[in-house]
DNA sequence: AGCCCGATTTGA
DNA sequence: CAAATCGGGCTA
């Protein structure tokens, strides 16, 4: 109870979606990403993101100025959700960054769940053990590390796309961020071998030693 | 740790 | 028509 007034009175608003990418990259880090749905609240920290930079960045879908209905939401205010599906069957949020014209995204690989787990699981379709459960901090952590489950997990599809993160019932807060700079980590993206001279820009932005974080990414 | 596969959309 | 900002299930 007053948890939603707590995180309300905290709701990162335009001007905090306004910092130039990278920089707005690890300024979510710690933040809480909310989503009052029909089904209930869900939320969790972010701990792991990455930046794409259109439309000179090569792994970005705004590389080379690519701009269709998919990546529309891109060229608009930063601040808003940009949903994409990949492999035919997961969904992907980013943040769009960037002033209009700018297509940057933030795309949100992770989050340490904090509330709406057992929502979470049904989601995913998994069952959580109960709580003092060993293997209960291990399952908590497949919730939503990595894009795709965090996506799922949180109810999000392509639904939401196009939507205000400033005003709408999906939002950020301030969370636990900001993340001392020590707690900062940095690498390469995943899955991207094909950006060429982008591939190995260390646009990864994690919380340094998280369990949460993406496995494919925990490294360093 | 690694391979394979799914089920859709996009862009070349 | 190939490839995709991925994850699950299998083999071992």
């Known amino acids: 109870?007053?948890?939603?007034?707590d995180r309300?009175?905290?709701r990162l608003d335009r001007a905090f979606f306004c910092q130039p990418t990278l920089q707005l990259a690890r300024?979510?880090?710690g933040a809480e990403l909310v989503h009052v749905s029909a089904d209930g609240v869900t939320a969790g920290i972010l701990v792991e993101v990455e930046a794409y930079m259109g439309p000179d960045d090569l792994a970005a879908h705004a590389r080379k100025g690519l701009r269709s209905r998919?990546?529309?939401v891109m060229y608009g205010p930063p601040g808003y959700a940009y949903v994409f599906q990949v492999y035919g069957m997961h969904f992907c949020l980013n943040v769009v960054s960037g002033p209009p014209e700018t297509p940057h995204a933030i795309l949100l690989r992770a989050i340490e769940p904090t509330e709406g787990l057992s929502l979470m699981a049904r989601r995913r379709g998994v069952a959580l053990p109960p709580r003092d459960a060993p293997r209960f901090q291990r399952q908590k952590a497949l919730l939503a590390s990595g894009p795709a489950r965090l996506a799922q997990a949180m109810g999000v599809d392509r639904t939401q796309y196009g939507w205000d993160l400033v005003d709408s019932p999906l939002y950020l807060c301030r969370g636990r961020s900001p993340v001392a700079e020590s707690e900062l980590a940095a690498g390469p993206r995943i899955n991207i071998d094909?950006?060429?001279d982008w591939r190995d820009k260390p646009w990864r932005f994690w919380i340094?030693?998280?369990p949460h974080v993406?496995?494919?990414?925990?490294s360093s």
């Open 214 to 218: 993406s496995a494919r990414s925990r």
């Open 8 to 10: 309300l009175s905290d």
């Open 208 to 210: 340094r030693g998280n």
């Open 1 to 5: 109870m007053g948890e939603e007034g």
């Open 194 to 196: 094909y950006a060429g």
């Open 27 to 29: 300024a979510l880090l």
């Open 70 to 72: 998919r990546t529309e």
